[in-house]
Nanobody
Framework: QVQLVESGGGLVQTGGSLRLSCVAS????????MGWFRQAPGKEREFVVA????????YYTDSVKGRFTISRDNAKNTVYLQMNNLKPEDTAVYYC????????????????????WGQGTQVTVSS
């Protein structure tokens, strides 16, 4: 069993930055791949970025490449999402998910691959 708690969301103007954190507890954090997803009102949850257990592999959706950076600190059981140059279309509830680390022959971009989820943190970007 893994518990995930996100934080760091808020209201920011276009072009601003936020850093989201996701703290895990209840299991060996370094055994898990981690992903960030987001869900805007009236839309399905969509993949943002994923990182493998060691941090050596990452995969970003095209819309955030060059603006968002995922990282993890296994000693702190935490995964981070640094979001720069935010745009109104980034407005959503951001969720972190985890899955037991497996092969990355196919990047884990599907939410159904993740077993555990946090409660989400709201990110609002004003224009």
């Amino acid at each position: 069993q893994v518990q995930l708690v996100e934080s760091g969301g808020g209201l920011v103007q276009t072009g601003g930055s936020l850093r989201l954190s996701c703290v895990a507890s209840g299991s060996t954090f370094s055994s898990y791949d981690m992903g960030w997803f987001r869900q805007a009102p009236g839309k399905e949850r969509e993949f943002v970025v994923a990182i493998n257990w060691s941090g050596s592999l990452t995969y970003y959706t095209d819309s955030v490449k060059g603006r968002f950076t995922i990282s993890r600190d296994n000693a702190k059981n935490t995964v981070y999402l640094q979001m720069n140059n935010l745009k109104p279309e980034d407005t959503a509830v951001y969720y972190c998910g985890s899955r037991v680390s497996t092969s990355w022959n196919i990047p884990p971009t599907t939410q159904y691959l993740y077993r555990y989820w946090g409660q989400g943190t709201q990110v609002t970007v004003s224009s």
